[in-house]
């Protein structure tokens, strides 16, 4: 019977065991906390990178060629034609939400997709639903020079012209060309 009340050596095994398990507890919490905070930060270090380059990147592109339509006085231009069409793995854009600035030596005007007078749009696709420009779709912008208030002096041969599109979302697209030597009328020229 001794033996049964003083002994005492089992006992610390025991308590030892608890603490370890604490130990242990605790230390996972504590890494699963640090791993969590890692992974969140990961995740919004990942969606900042991601929204840098979709602002930093043109969300339209040009398709084809840029031309010019000579003016009934053969000196200035009366239309700039271009094709746009979504840059690769870019989402959808509402065309009428872009803006054009036409710029030469002596002038600068801004207008809207919605400039009716001004911009004259021309779908190429099967089925338009909406004014949304989508993967595989491709539209036709038409400026009409002479509404934004360009003529023979502010804009003529040999000028260098610019035509900055400006998507809603993303940065703008330059599109700089210069004028031929001569223009007739009523004719078209590919301008570079």
Known sequence: MRSFEQNDEG???LEAAIVLIAFVVVAAVFS???????FFTTQKAQETVHTGVAQAT???ELS???MVQANTDSNSVKNITFYLQLAAGGNAVDITKIGYTVST???MKTVQGTDSNVVNITWLKIIQT????EPREMVLIDLGTEGMGFDSTSMK???KVTVEVKPPIGSSLPITRTLPAALNTPNWYEVY
């Open 11 to 13: 006992f610390t095994g």
């Open 32 to 38: 699963y906390v640090v791993l969590g905070a890692g």
């Open 58 to 60: 043109s969300a339209v």
């Open 64 to 66: 084809g060629p840029v």
């Open 105 to 107: 030596p002596a002038m």
């Open 130 to 133: 909406g004014n949304l420009l």
């Open 157 to 159: 041969v040999n000028d």
